[in-house]
């Protein structure tokens, strides 16, 4: 079981970064896809979900209307993205992307079922 995420940098506030994360070695074409994120000293906090289907999409107050989450159901390797656009020094975090097999969107970290490493988002003002 792997969860590889990719993409993360440094930008300045006001622009954009693409995250990957492609999943791989179970069957997460049948789960839910989130990324979440975390500062030093604070819990991780949920960001973005994505049905299996890709059909649904839920997202956080503070990313609506800012990041795009989507999904590539690939026959081995599912890969799921973040597009993140105006970006504020606030989104400044280790990104996670994760999966939930609960069947529905799950906007709590604590219960998605596995995780990638985190890609670091650096974003200066």
């Known amino acids: 079981v792997q969860l590889q995420a990719s993409g993360g940098g440094l930008v300045q506030a006001g622009g954009s970064l693409r995250l990957s994360c492609a999943a791989s070695?179970?069957?997460?074409?049948?789960?839910?896809l989130g990324w979440l994120r975390q500062t030093p000293g604070k819990e991780r906090e949920f960001v973005a979900a994505i049905s299996w289907s890709g059909e649904f999409t839920y997202y956080a107050d503070s990313v609506k209307g800012r990041f795009t989450i989507s999904r590539d159901n690939a026959k081995n390797t599912v890969t799921v993205f973040l597009q993140m656009n105006s970006l504020k020094p606030e989104d400044t975090a280790v990104y996670y992307c994760a999966a939930y097999g609960g069947g529905n969107l799950c906007g709590v970290a604590r219960e998605y079922d596995f995780w990638g490493q985190g890609t670091q988002v650096t974003v200066s003002s």
């Open positions: 070695g179970y069957t997460f074409n049948t789960y839910t």
